[in-house]
T-cell receptor
Framework: SQTIHQWPATLVQPVGSPLSLECTVEGTSNPNLYWYRQAAGRGLQLLFYSVGIGQISSEVPQNLSASRPQDRQFILSSKKLLLSDSGFYLC???????????FGQGTRLTVV | DAKTTQPTSMDCAEGRAANLPCNHSTISGNEYVYWYRQIHSQGPQYIIHGLKNNETNEMASLIITEDRKSSTLILPHATLRDTAVYYCIVRVGHSNSGYALNFGKGTSLLVTP
């Protein structure tokens, strides 16, 4: 069965520090992977998506970047965090069959 | 992607049917209507999807209008645990190329005792 792992669950980082959130998928190959952010009381904002190794599409220009070093690995990074980067970050594998979508448990990032 | 519009929030009494509307007037012929829900601090959960026929599963029913420009998600007997944000999106059902999937703000459903 398909599973998606995302870590850490919570993170508190100072302004200006780097960020690396990792997401891995099991039970599928060549998945389409997504990073979303959800600010408090807001909807899911699509940040990046990837259809394969090394292929990244950015939806919102900002302080973040993404990389796909392996087929089942998707990483969200920042060189210098801003206060506005605080939020709930979700990694997702969204399939093309009746199953729909698998989401990680999310990372709650607080930039202080 | 076809854009969708949903009411910001809705209330429903426990045990009654919750009917959540979604407008998708620019939907293309090969796009499906998908519904997800997100309970606080969790990742979204798949509920149901359909192309043009009405669909029903153990969680909900999906009614799609004949012109496919709108749909309604029905939770037949809402419980307190159905309190969540419900997202309606339209997307191609089968594709080998990824594309942006925007969930928008959804409808915040509050089920009250």
């Amino acid at each position: 069965s398909q599973t998606i792992h995302q870590w850490p669950a919570t993170l508190v980082q100072p302004v200006g520090s780097p960020l690396s959130l990792e997401c891995t998928v099991e039970g599928t190959s060549n998945p389409n992977l997504y990073w979303y952010r959800q600010a408090a009381g807001r909807g899911l904002q699509l940040l990046f998506y990837s259809v394969g190794i090394g292929q990244i599409s950015s939806e919102v220009p900002q302080n973040l970047s993404a990389s796909r070093p392996q087929d089942r690995q998707f990483i969200l990074s920042s060189k210098k965090l801003l206060l506005s980067d605080s939020g709930f970050y979700l990694c997702a594998w969204i399939g093309w069959d009746r199953v729909g979508a698998f989401f990680g448990q999310g990372t709650r990032l607080t930039v202080v | 992607d076809a854009k969708t519009t949903q009411p910001t929030s809705m209330d429903c009494a426990e045990g009654r049917a919750a009917n959540l509307p979604c407008n998708h007037s620019t939907i293309s012929g090969n796009e499906y209507v998908y519904w997800y829900r997100q309970i606080h601090s969790q990742g979204p959960q798949y509920i149901i999807h359909g192309l043009k026929n009405n669909e029903t599963n153990e969680m909900a029913s999906l009614i799609i209008t004949e012109d496919r420009k709108s749909s309604t998600l029905i939770l037949p007997h809402a419980t307190l645990r159905d309190t969540a944000v419900y997202y309606c999106i339209v997307r191609v059902g089968h594709s080998n190329s990824g594309y942006a999937l925007n969930f928008g703000k959804g409808t915040s459903l509050l089920v009250t005792p």
